[in-house]
């Protein structure tokens, strides 16, 4: 049967039909005349080439085919419905499963949190994490609709891009305990004249450290670049390389007992945000809005 000119409201006086087994009171059900109710059932009749509802002493009784499209036709009802009214999201019982677009610091910080926040407040939600290097892939995997969120450094915002500051990060050193740079409080010279370790998931040589040391007339030695920090703190332990880097990365690692110092960098760096961006479509998805909202939250305690 082609419907693609099919009257859907007709599935709705079936529906009425069925449950009511009279045409007056299946009309008054879904606001229908008892005329235009008998109208209904006789388009009902020519298009599915059934009686569907016989006329008995004891009303109008279904016919084994009307008894075959009862199901169905409920359970299409329900689903329409459901699709159609507002978007109204319960994480208690939502079984969705979002994308979050990452850079390892964001993954690093939020991740944790973010799950053991989800295992008691939305324990069917499942979540898929997808790499982010540089800040043009956050547009483009928003874009094709690869990521429901991405975090990470900011990007331009745009008619279709939304973006918002999570919170701002500084830097710190992070050697190995006894380091001779900072034995006797940190030297700029010592700090300059020592090899370090630089992470630069875009594989850039240099960074804003080496800009800051230009200003100064002072450049240092990157013995060992890294596209991600996770390896960092065990090569620092065992070396006399200095890593700087994110201010809450260097607190963590300095925490692990591991033999690792945290220091002020002996010069002065700006701080940057980290930022939650979406595409404005997901605006009022009611599932991405509250995921939002987490985040915001776990954060702003970060």
């Not at 007709?10 to 008892?34: C, N, P, W």
């Not at 939304?162 to 701002?168: A, D, E, K, N």
Request: hydrophobic share 50%; charged share 20%; proline share 7%.
């Amino acid at each position: 049967m082609d419907i693609a000119g099919f009257d859907l409201n007709l599935m709705k006086a079936f529906d009425a039909l069925y449950a009511e087994r009279h045409v007056t009171r299946a009309g008054s059900r879904i606001g229908l005349s008892q005329s235009a109710m008998s109208g209904a059932l006789t388009r009902l009749r020519e298009l599915l080439g059934d009686e569907l509802f016989v006329r008995t002493p004891s009303g109008m009784q279904p016919t084994p085919r009307a008894h075959d499209l009862a199901g169905p036709v409920s359970d299409a009802l329900r689903l329409l419905r459901s699709a159609l009214q507002a978007d109204s999201f319960d994480p208690a019982t939502a079984d969705n499963t979002v994308t979050l677009a990452m850079t390892d610091y964001a993954a690093f910080v939020l991740l944790p949190p973010l799950m053991a926040r989800l295992s008691v407040d939305a324990p069917h939600i499942n979540v898929r994490v997808s790499g982010m290097f540089g800040r043009d892939e956050a547009i483009t995997l928003l874009d094709s609709g690869e990521a429901n969120l991405a975090i990470g450094f900011p990007v331009e915002t745009s008619a279709r891009i939304i973006s918002s500051p999570l919170f701002f990060e500084s830097f710190a050193c992070v050697v190995r305990e006894g380091h001779p740079a900072f034995a006797g409080g940190p030297s700029l010279e010592a700090f300059a004249a020592a090899p370090h370790l630089l992470v630069s998931p875009e594989g850039d040589r240099s960074g804003i450290v080496d800009r800051r040391l230009a200003d100064l007339g002072l450049e240092r030695r990157v013995v060992l670049s890294l596209p991600q920090f996770l390896a960092a703190p065990f090569v620092i332990a065992g070396t006399d390389l200095i890593a700087t880097l994110a201010s809450r990365v260097a607190r963590r690692f300095a925490d692990t007992g591991a033999g690792i110092a945290m220091y002020d960098p002996p010069l002065e760096l700006p701080t940057w945000p980290l930022n939650l961006m979406w595409h404005r479509r997901a605006d009022t998805h009611g599932a991405i809005a509250w995921l939002r909202g987490i985040i915001t939250k776990i954060a702003a305690s970060a």
